[in-house]
């Protein structure tokens, strides 16, 4: 990526993002690489860089299924959470927004791990948006700054695994301070992981269990959603016991009665043809 890639945006322009022209404190230029249209409806996702299996699938089909529905997905491409909303908006064929702390250039960008995400956001009609630019490195000062810009560009945010003082939680206070809405999803009460998302309900927040709780709250239309179906007995039996959750590959043996080769033979042609995904460690979930 090349510096000559990244073009400016002035907020005087008339495609300077019109949500974010209206927070009181609006980058007075912005950096750009790819494509930002005027008139789209986005919504952020943000959590914790580390985060468990459960919030990472739960990312992952959110975003997916909102860029299904339409909506542009804005995160931060940190580890985590943010890269688990990007790669959903993608498998999902709609376009996602990273908002970073550091300049454009390849260099720059961070975490470094992402660049082969940022070139399939780039392939994807997606964007790459910074206050900073190209040659700025990730200062620690600079991430809770631009957390201004993901939630005031968007509808709402979602909250998705977050400890107390995590930068998420410091998204969430800007969207509360610009007047977006604030959603966020429970998680176990034994995990630090979901202090943060508990919080923000008890202060109101929309718990969320499904992107159609997003677009019902924001009066889009909500998704109806097909039942998945397999190709074989064995398939409907592991889709079946896989509708009440993610499961390791032991337990699917256990539940389905089936044998083991059958069941790993089953689940490799199952994500091949894009019915289930691995999660890592052989914890399958269904493909939403």
Request: aromatic share 6%; hydrophobic share 40%; with cysteine.
């Amino acid at each position: 990526m090349s510096r000559e890639d990244i073009f400016t945006i002035k907020i005087e322009d008339k495609d300077y993002p019109k949500l974010l022209k209206k927070i009181s404190i609006p980058p007075k230029l912005l950096y750009l690489r790819g494509k930002l249209f005027k008139n789209e409806f986005c919504f952020a996702i943000v959590g914790t860089r580390r985060c468990s299996d459960y919030g990472r699938e739960i990312a992952f089909d959110i975003a997916k299924d909102l860029a299904q529905a339409g909506i542009s997905v804005v995160s931060g491409m940190a580890r985590g959470i943010d890269t688990m909303a990007h790669q959903g908006a993608l498998e999902g064929k709609g376009r996602t927004i990273a908002v970073l702390g550091t300049g454009l250039d390849e260099k720059s960008i961070y975490p470094q791990q992402n660049l082969k995400l940022v070139k399939k956001i780039l392939e994807n009609e997606g964007c790459l948006i910074s206050e900073y630019p190209p040659g700025t490195s990730g200062r620690k000062q600079n991430f809770p700054e631009r957390n201004r810009i993901i939630s005031g560009m968007s509808l709402g945010i979602l909250v998705i695994e977050a400890k107390f003082g995590s930068g998420a939680l410091i998204t969430a206070q800007w969207a509360q301070k610009q007047g977006r809405k604030v959603f966020a999803l429970p998680g176990s009460i034994h995990s630090l992981n979901s202090k943060g998302p508990h919080s923000l309900i008890k202060e109101g927040a929309k718990l969320v269990e499904n992107a159609n709780d997003i677009l019902e709250e924001l009066k889009l239309a909500k998704i109806e959603r097909k039942k998945i179906k397999g190709e074989s007995l064995e398939e409907n039996l592991i889709l079946e016991v896989l509708e009440q959750g993610n499961l390791h590959i032991d337990k699917i043996i256990e539940k389905t009665k089936l044998p083991s080769q059958k069941v790993s033979a089953s689940l490799s042609l199952m994500e091949i043809y894009g019915r289930v995904k691995n999660l890592g460690g052989n914890v399958y979930a269904l493909m939403r």
